[in-house]
């Protein structure tokens, strides 16, 4: 949850499509059920009254909920993108402490048994953006590339709507909605899976949240890797957090957990290894990265578990390929048109830092690779930006033939540190 601190004042960021009906479907309130009774003198306030001031409550609340002083800061599609009148007219803005840019982020990278083509493909995509860069080979969960790996093995950062991708298929498993159901964003028209991924709509993930409950989201959210360590056996990771329990109403509840992600803390290998179920039809397997040519040689998958997750593909990857198409992640086609990319981007801010995540992979009729981007920084940084940088090294693994010639064993990488 993002924190603003101006003259004193606290200003929480929060979705702009919040839902507040506890139905799946469209919300409907009966005036008379909201309170048992009539009140029993005119001292205190009707029924009619009540309703009325509670239903404007809810559609308030809707737009803001985090409102201090008078004053609001309302986010959409995971991003900060405007303030409310009163901020504006204030001057209030959010500060971010940190910064989108760094020099030497792949010093100490471990990197001799990587596959140099796709290491040097992440180096210049990502250029000096304060992140880090993952390539997968889904089909075995082989790490091939790890750009800034003291980021990208750290405890992780809020996932953003990065955390739709499980939301959904928890969702779909459930037998709760379909890529063609339409819910209700409360007043404000109806959507389907397929648009609600391509845009990361706020609302209507807030509302698959609420319907599924705390429990059954975390039972997928667990089963799909979060909470626990990715990779098999590869030092300094570590394994991100899932709460235990469902988080405060005032921090959003479940409903900000399935939008935002708001209070887990999620890895790009965790994202990596969910995607790379995706792309492969439902193996999860452990994130291996080989450190030496011998290691590439008597490589082995291991797979974590197997998810019953094929029949639902279909179903999310029409709006991951839509997200690219013409939805949030569309800046990946100003540098790479050639093959088909699937992602879901993410975008959000907690303590003076914002981050931007984009997880993706390329579905080519010689292979797929998973690319995670994970930046951290001010303004610059947002989800965008990371699909952005992932067009790029689609881009330069496609000039170097990489999608026909497969993934390398290691050479002499040395002038690559």
């Known amino acids: 949850m993002s924190k603003l601190g101006m003259r004193g004042l606290r200003l929480v960021v929060i979705a702009s499509g919040m839902v507040v009906a506890p139905a799946l479907w469209a919300a409907h309130v009966n005036p008379h059920t909201l309170n048992g009774s009539k009140p029993k003198s005119s001292s205190k306030v009707s029924e009619s009254q009540h309703t009325r001031r509670r239903l404007r409550h809810l559609a308030s609340s809707r737009t803001t909920t985090g409102r201090v002083a008078g004053r609001s800061v309302a986010s959409h599609s995971g991003s900060l993108t ?37 290491r040097l493909a992440a180096i210049d995509a990502l250029g000096n953006m304060n992140g880090t860069v993952v390539a997968i080979e889904p089909t075995s969960g082989r790490v091939l590339a790890m750009v800034n790996q003291k980021l990208a093995l ?81 030092p300094g990771e570590q394994p991100g957090t899932y709460p235990d329990e469902v988080i405060s109403e005032k921090l959003g509840g479940v409903g900000k957990m399935c939008s935002f992600g708001e209070g887990i803390s999620m890895t790009p290998l965790q994202l990596g290894a969910m995607v790379s179920a995706i792309a492969n039809g439902g193996t999860l397997y452990y994130l291996q990265h080989p450190t030496t040519a011998e290691e590439i040689t008597n490589f082995q998958p291991r ?115």
């Open 82 to 118: 405007r303030t409310s009148v009163s901020a504006r007219r204030h001057g209030y803005h959010e500060r971010f402490f940190m910064s989108s840019y760094a020099e030497g982020i792949t010093g100490g990278d471990i990197i001799d048994g990587e596959d140099p083509v796709v």
């Open 154 to 234: 750290s405890s992780g950062a809020q996932p953003c709507s990065t955390i739709k991708l499980s939301v959904a298929l928890a969702a779909l498993s459930e037998g709760l909605v379909s890529k063609e159901t339409e819910v209700s964003l409360g007043g404000r028209g109806r959507m389907n899976l397929t648009e609600a991924l391509a845009h990361s709509n706020n609302a209507y993930f807030e509302s698959l949240g609420r319907n599924l409950g705390f429990e059954k989201v975390a039972y997928y959210a667990h089963q799909y890797g979060l909470g626990e360590l990715a990779g098999y056996d590869i």
């Open 303 to 417: 797979i974590k578990r197997q998810l019953d997750i094929a029949p639902l593909i279909p179903e999310i990857s029409v709006g991951m390929a839509g997200a690219v198409q013409y939805g949030t992640a569309r800046r990946l086609g100003m540098n790479f048109s050639e093959e088909e990319i699937l992602g879901k981007t993410g975008t959000c801010s907690h303590a003076g830092t914002r981050f931007g995540w984009f997880a993706s992979y390329a579905n080519t009729s010689s292979g797929r690779v998973v690319v995670v981007v994970f930046l951290q920084g001010g303004r610059p940084t947002f989800g965008p930006k990371a699909a952005e940088i992932a067009g790029h090294m689609y881009r330069n693994l496609y000039d170097h033939n990489f999608f026909l010639a497969g993934p390398s064993r290691p050479a002499d990488t040395a002038a690559q540190r």
